[in-house]
């Protein structure tokens, strides 16, 4: 089983539309959780943490988090072309004192206009 | 406030050669890591530092593959000799010493593609 698993994609939705992208996570220990946006020939940008139960939200932009059900979100509100990238999941794993990320294959996103 | 800087940004090799990546991470910033992402997946885990000793390298191909953190600051990641499948982008991400939920938080640089041919 695979620490971290996402929808390869491709997830087309309309401009002005909502993204729901989607992760799941094999470790209960798992204290950290991350959303990477990745354009295209570029490396990955931190767009998002989250660290206990809920909802956070920052601009257009929401994670979930559900520990119970190991499962991470995103959802993109009012999404731009500009928001057409790979987004990654990747999830923290203290192990022997080291600050390990995981990351998933990444969803890929298009924004049609 | 500068970002991860990486050098250099793309090399071409041929396999049995060999090549080194250099970094410089955000300033502050005491933990360095190494990532591999080849094409279509997430990026890979390869060497950890805290400032400059490792903490983590069990997923580095020791055998191939060499990274140093003098002083703290800068990096520096080898491959000797290369072979194809070494072929992928080289990540550097630095994140704060460890001690806050911020802390967990790793910001990459720009990366370096490696086509080993």
């Known amino acids: ?113 | 406030e500068a970002g991860v800087a990486q050098s250099p940004r793309y090399k071409i090799i041929e396999k049995r050669q060999s090549v080194a990546f250099w970094c410089n991470p955000i300033s502050g910033h005491a933990t360095l890591y190494w990532y591999q992402q080849i094409l279509g997946q997430g990026p890979k885990l390869l060497i950890q530092f805290q400032n400059n000793g490792v903490v983590d390298d069990s997923q580095l191909p020791k055998d191939r593959f060499s990274a140093e953190r003098l002083k703290g600051v800068d990096s520096t990641l080898k491959i000797q000799p290369a072979k194809l499948e070494d072929s992928a982008v080289y990540l550097c991400a630095s994140s704060l010493e460890w001690g806050t939920e911020e802390s967990y938080e790793q910001y990459f640089g720009p990366g370096t593609r490696l086509t080993v041919t």
């Open chain 1, 1 to 113: 089983q695979k620490e971290v698993e996402q929808n390869s994609g491709p997830l087309s939705v309309p401009e002005g539309a909502i993204a729901s992208l989607n992760c799941t996570y094999s470790d209960r220990g798992s204290q950290s959780f991350f959303w990477y946006r990745q354009y295209s020939g570029k490396s990955p940008e931190l767009i998002m943490s989250i660290y206990s139960n809920g909802d956070k939200e920052d601009g257009r932009f929401t994670a979930q988090l559900n520990k119970a059900s190991q499962y991470v979100s995103l959802l993109i509100r009012d999404s731009q072309p500009s928001d057409s990238a790979t987004y990654l999941c990747a999830v923290n794993k203290e192990e022997t004192g080291a600050n390990n990320l995981f990351f998933g294959t990444g969803t890929r996103l298009t924004v049609i206009p």
